[in-house]
């Protein structure tokens, strides 16, 4: 029991640790990263609303738009649930998505 309780602070910081390193863009990524974000942020507010992500998913897609896609997306996105991607969010899941397609 004196053993778990040494290691176990142990293993909460090396998985803080891993999940730090996967969420460090590099420069070539963060370039991507902030072009995809103020291309999605319509009205420059430093956020994305799911109005804007229906409105560029519109514009891009045409005929082929589907609502309920545009809405998963955006949740996906939305980690924290309060209705709007910040850049902070956006990063975090566009670094691990380009880091899952290496």
């Given at each position: 029991m004196k053993l778990l309780k040494l290691i176990a602070p142990l293993v909460l910081v090396l998985s803080v640790s891993t999940?730090?390193?996967q969420v460090e863009a590099t420069e070539e990524q963060s370039k991507i990263?902030?072009?995809?974000?103020?291309?999605?942020?319509?009205?420059?507010?430093?956020?994305?609303?799911?109005?804007e992500i229906i409105a560029k998913d519109k514009k891009q897609l045409g005929e082929k738009f589907e609502e309920k896609k545009s809405k998963y997306k955006f949740n996906k996105f939305d980690a924290n649930k309060d209705g709007s991607v910040?850049?902070?969010?956006?990063?975090?899941?566009?670094?691990?998505?380009?880091?899952k397609k290496k």
């Open positions: 999940i730090n390193a990263i902030e072009k995809r974000f103020k291309h999605l942020d319509g009205n420059g507010d430093g956020t994305v609303s799911l109005e910040s850049k902070e969010e956006f990063s975090t899941k566009m670094v691990a998505f380009l880091n």
